[in-house]
């Protein structure tokens, strides 16, 4: 299973949000979810996909002649890959001197990833950290990801797995099998919201929180708070009783604040994003919906990420 | 680097403790008042008088770049300046070291100005000369010219980047506690024992000079004694029961053992401030080593006594924690941007581990640890040490501190690391766990040891231009090294490495050469017998520490731009030879061009190259094999007049600033006058994978190879720290350094003016790493409004 490889877009060291102490996430690509407020729309497609760095570019045209599809094109707004021709070959990227197209996506086997990421191990081990795997939907590689994580496991590195709860038949139940702690997303509980918000239904969802319950493996809750979705009391209150009757033994929920960091990634994708220009929440705001989400049973929440400043425009 | 964003509680920022006492929070703002205060600790010149007299110091300070041009100003003005000291005839009868001791004995018994400021409990005031040479005119003609030699081959070494060289003062860590032990007078009855059985007349002179020297010491104190008396009587009440307190102890110690802590502070602080006047120096690196070892004693048999309280001793302490910081009056009202620019590395060493790796941290390190923040000044800068058995407490308070300091308060030793390096240069296997940093990080034994700790600094970027030119310096056209193969016939890479390494090697021992003048005329000419009594081996040898006298003598090359070299030689081999991207021919062109239209090769060279930094073995061990080669030869090299062993360092202090315009355009893309590498970091943006990658690139060089040690510095996100939750996972990255890192390291936190900075200038700050849960982007590559409200944020926690 070593040699199965994965479509991975970032291997991130020294991460300190994804799980306890000091730990190397591991981006899988690729997710069967279409939130619209996703903070790594590279991690949507399975594929690999160029992107191009205005500010870098020398505008010197190597990377349209090296194309062999002819997907690379360049304009009057600079350098665009039509995705439709594009084969995620890479021959623009290893050309381009300035870097400034990037290849989001690189194929490595589970042993590759493994070695690259064993290399932290002191750090791990110091620091009751260990290896996180997240995306994207890891478990949409479930070849991969779970040959990853049993080496990792027969290395002692405590493994986490970041799931939306989404997989194959069998697949969640063996990856828990297999991890130290599980990082569930949970966006929202409410049915209709769930379908019409990530294209997936909650059912789904719920039978991972079953499984999840059962196995009773060690659990944090992650929900998104995003303005215009799910940033309201009710919302909140409803993931939070969900929390309470079918994730029980959930050690942690962490309410994470809406970032609009991914913007100018939306723009390199050349996809709209649905929150342009929404403005990030006030830390009141996440406050007082941490208090709903403690009142209406879920008791370990608690909030983290960027918040709005006030005059933060005019410096 | 990685910026962090959340939403933590605001820290203010590392400021002066509201809870300082009346006494100290006073006298600190007095210190700060350079243009209104009427004490001032600057340079006093005092000369023989004679025409041909000389009160300044070459070799001291040619290392700082920035000087050379004015080294004969300072001479010929501090000479005109000069205080004539009356002296009698039979002085010029007396060989040169016994001159040296009377005139120093002479300036401490009637001339250095007594001075005891308004509330301070130990004293010690006017420390900061420029004493005679006490030369012979046959004498100083002679040293002239030799001087002068090494002056002139100096300055042309430095102005085409090489590097420079000096026999620097201080960088060492006197047996300050042989003198709390036994005082001056133990060291005197020591020196009068062997002398009595001493015949050779040479090694008499040095053991009498030993003798006068630390008898003017006690004079200077009986004359502290002595003014504390006199403003005893002239002012009442508490204050006055102060003063008394102070004459008495400045009646004792340091002649006598010192048997309190008070006692103990007093006598630190004088045996201390007069090893910088005895060096006309200062006091960059004259460091105090394990201070809260050698003082702990005291304050628990002070407290078991009921003699002291913690909070009284917290009140010493304070008093005494000012002290060092006179030493910078010569630069306080030099303007409001050009003042204190930089620490003198007076280092205290704190915590570290025993003779069987158990840990040593005692209450004082705490108590020092609290003082160190309320003060906040510059000096005296703490080291702490780290070891796989610190304990849990030291470790929450050493994150806590950084996680208030906006620079770090205090730099991080790790013990292990630094024993085997210091292993290495054949310290007694016995002896390793007691070893303390000088100056900035630089390791050495305690009291018997001179290390000369920046005397040579190597400029590691130059010998890869040399070698891309067959030995001819760019800017100047100038032939410098041995005239190696031209590269543009080259076919393989191991032609390449051998021509470099000829002008690694050719570097290194002009350096050194240069390098035993300086350290022959200061051996000769400039001995230091105060010093030398205070130092272990001297006594022993009948030597005095200049000329080699110290237990321990070693003289340290520090390697500069190590991260620019390998990065360059890196370059050169995967795109040149490997890769055939780019050919000899092109490189050269665009580098004489300093890149001028050549922004495509420029940006292959950063973007398509392996780069140190990252956890790549490749690249890595392309540092290290440049580190195998010159430290290796430098090892092998000896100072022929004091029999010093060179040994090799990574401290960088500010050359890569120094010599950047002074160094060509090198193959890993930097431009002419862009800045060279720091200490073992990476090139300023190339490490991409965080401090883990950085730690375990930075030990892959291999500490054996580097007895001094190496500067590391990393830059960590305030939100890092900013719970609970996040200081244990620091504590943890560095119980992780210490397995997998440097001997030493800085952290700095990354505050708005460096965001600002990398908004700026996006090209510097390419790996700057914006970070909140789930998701990771790199600052430069945002959008400007956003970059904005990360600002502002940031701006609003500090």
């Given amino acids: 299973m070593s040699d199965v490889e994965a479509t991975v877009f970032s291997i991130q060291q020294f991460s300190t949000e994804d799980g306890p102490g000091l730990r190397t996430t591991v981006f899988f690509k690729g997710c069967p979810m279409r939130c619209p407020w996703c903070h790594n729309p590279e991690s949507i497609a399975p594929q690999p996909e160029v992107v191009w760095h205005g500010g870098r570019c020398l505008n010197d045209g190597g990377c349209v002649a090296v194309c062999p599809q002819g997907a690379v094109e360049s304009g009057a707004d600079g350098i665009s890959v039509a995705r439709g021709r594009c084969t995620g070959c890479g021959d623009c990227v290893a050309y381009c001197p300035a870097s400034a197209l990037e290849m989001h996506g690189t194929r490595m086997t589970a042993k590759d990833i493994h070695d690259r990421v064993v290399r932290d ?18 478990l949409a590689q479930p070849a991969a990801a779970l040959g990853l994580m049993r080496l990792l496991r027969e290395s002692g590195i405590h493994v986490a797995l970041d799931t939306c709860g989404v997989a194959g038949e069998g697949v969640l139940g063996e990856a828990v099998g297999l991890a130290d702690l599980v990082l569930l997303d949970l966006k929202t509980a409410n049915p209709a919201n769930h379908e019409a918000w990530t294209g997936v239904a909650l059912d789904r969802v719920d039978k991972a929180a079953r499984l999840l319950t059962e196995a009773a493996v060690p659990l944090w809750v992650r929900t998104p708070v995003v303005p215009g979705y799910t940033a309201t009391e009710n919302e909140i209150a409803g993931v939070a009783r969900f929390v309470a009757e079918a994730l029980p033994h959930a050690e942690r929920h962490d309410l994470l604040a809406y970032s609009n960091l991914c913007t100018a990634k939306y723009a390199q994708l050349g996809r709209p994003f649905a929150l342009d220009g929404v403005p990030l929440l006030f830390p009141e705001t996440m406050e007082r919906l941490c208090e709903v989400a403690r009142a209406s049973g879920s008791m370990h929440a608690r909030w983290s990420g960027p918040t709005r400043v006030a005059e933060a425009a005019a410096s | 680097m990685s910026v962090q964003v959340s939403p933590s509680s605001a820290e203010g920022l590392w400021r002066a403790s509201a809870g300082l006492s009346e006494r100290t929070r006073r006298l600190r703002e007095e210190y700060f008042s ?50 004539t000291v009356p002296l009698p005839e039979s002085f010029w009868r007396e060989p040169l070291i016994v001159r040296v001791a009377l005139f120093f004995s002479e300036i401490l018994r009637k001339h250095l100005p007594v001075d005891i400021l308004e509330g301070e409990l130990i004293v010690g005031a006017q420390f900061n000369v420029a004493l005679s040479l006490c030369l012979n005119r046959h004498e100083a ?16 070494a430095s ?84 003063l008394r307190e102070v004459a008495r102890l400045c009646g004792r110690v340091p002649w006598e053992p010192a048997a309190t802590f008070h006692e103990a502070l007093q006598s630190l602080w004088l045996a201390h401030m007069l090893v910088l006047t005895c060096e006309s120096y200062p006091g960059a690196g004259v460091s105090f080593g394990r201070i809260d070892q050698y003082l702990y004693p005291y304050y628990e048999a002070d407290l078991a006594a009921g003699r002291v309280t913690p909070d009284e001793a917290r009140e010493l302490l304070r008093c005494f924690w000012i002290k060092p910081n006179y030493a910078y009056d010569y630069q306080g009202r030099m303007g409001r941007n050009q003042g204190i620019n930089s620490s003198f590395g007076q280092l205290i060493t704190l915590s570290g581990c025993g003779p069987d790796g158990e840990d040593l941290t005692n209450d ?134 051998a021509a470099f390494r000829k002008q690694l090697s050719f570097c290194l021992r002009r350096l050194v050469e240069l390098n035993n003048q300086a350290d022959t005329v200061r051996a000769v000419y400039e001995p230091t017998p105060y010093l030398s009594a205070l130092v272990g081996g001297c006594i022993e040898n009948r030597r005095d520490i200049t000329a080699g006298g110290a237990r321990f003598n070693f003289i340290t090359v520090e390697g500069v731009a190590l ?149 590391h510095t990393i830059s960590l996100s305030p939100s890092l720290v900013c719970d609970e939750e996040h200081l244990e996972k620091l504590a943890g990255f560095l119980r992780g350094y210490a397995r997998h890192g440097s001997t030493a390291l800085q952290i700095n936190m990354i505050g708005a003016d460096t965001l600002r900075k990398a908004q700026q200038s996006p090209d510097q700050y390419p790996n700057l790493l914006v970070r909140v849960t789930g998701y990771n982007a790199y600052f430069t590559n945002l959008g400007r409004e956003i970059q904005e409200e990360i600002i502002a944020r940031e701006s609003q926690r500090s």
């Fill in chain 1, 121 to 138: 191990a002191a750090f791990y081990e110091e620091s009751g950290g260990g290896v996180t795997l997240s995306g994207g939907e890891p």
């Fill in chain 2, 34 to 83: 350079f243009n209104t205060r009427a004490f001032r600790n600057e340079v006093m010149p005092f000369s023989t008088g004679k025409p041909w007299d000389c009160v300044f110091r070459y070799a001291s300070w040619t290392i700082v770049p920035e000087m050379m041009l004015f080294l004969r100003a300072y001479e010929d003005s501090l000479a005109a300046a000069a205080k």
């Fill in chain 2, 364 to 497: 004082l390190t705490y108590l020092m640890l609290s003082v160190m923040e309320e003060m906040n000044l510059l000096e005296p800068k703490p080291n702490v040490r780290l070891h796989a058995n610190t304990p849990d407490r030291l470790m929450r308070e050493v994150c806590r501190l950084l996680a208030r300091s906006q620079g770090a308060p205090f730099l991080l030793n790790f013990d292990e690391t630094s024993m085997r390096a210091l292993r290495s240069e054949g310290i007694p296997e016995a002896d390793l766990w007691d070893y303390a940093p000088v100056g900035c990080l630089e390791n050495t034994r305690q009291g018997d040891d001179r290390s000369g700790t920046v005397d040579v600094n190597f400029n590691l970027a130059k010998p890869v231009e040399l070698a891309l030119f067959q030995g001819k310096d760019l800017a100047t056209g100038r032939q410098l090294g041995p005239r190696t193969a031209d590269p543009e016939h080259m076919e393989r890479w191991v032609d390449f490495e």
């Fill in chain 2, 141 to 156: 003609r002679r040293r002239k010219k030799s001087a002068e030699r090494f002056r002139a081959a100096v300055c042309a």
């Fill in chain 2, 159 to 242: 102005d085409v980047g090489l590097g420079n060289c000096g026999a620097v003062p201080g960088h060492l860590i006197p047996d300050y506690p042989k003198v709390l032990r036994l005082g001056y007078r133990g060291i005197v009855e020591e020196a009068g024992e062997a002398l009595a059985e001493e015949s050779d007349p040479e090694k008499r002179d040095a053991l009498r000079a030993f003798v006068i020297a630390c008898k003017a010491g006690r004079a200077l104190a009986a004359r502290y004694a002595q003014v504390a008396s006199q403003q005893a009587k002239a002012c009442g009440g508490a204050r006055a029961e102060e």
């Fill in chain 2, 563 to 711: 991260a620019t070299a390998a990065d360059s030689l890196l370059a050169v081999r995967h795109l040149v030879f490997s890769e055939k991207r780019v050919s000899m021919a092109g490189l050269r062109s665009a580098l004489e061009k300093n890149f001028e239209g050549e922004e495509l090769l420029r940006q292959t060279l950063l973007n398509k190259a392996p780069k140190y930094g990252n956890d790549d073995e490749t690249a890595d061990a392309m540092a290290r094999d440049i580190t195998r080669w010159w430290s290796e030869e430098a090892a092998s090299l000896t100072a022929p007049t004091t029999g010093r062993r060179y040994r090799a360092g990574y401290l960088s202090w500010n050359y890569g600033i120094a010599y950047a315009p002074l160094t060509a355009a090198t193959p890993d893309g930097r431009p002419r006058g862009a800045y060279l590498s720091n200490g073992v970091a990476a090139v300023t943006g190339m490490d991409r994978h965080g401090p883990t990658a950085a730690a375990r690139s930075v030990a892959s060089i291999g500490p054996e190879a580097i007895p001094n040690g190496m500067s």
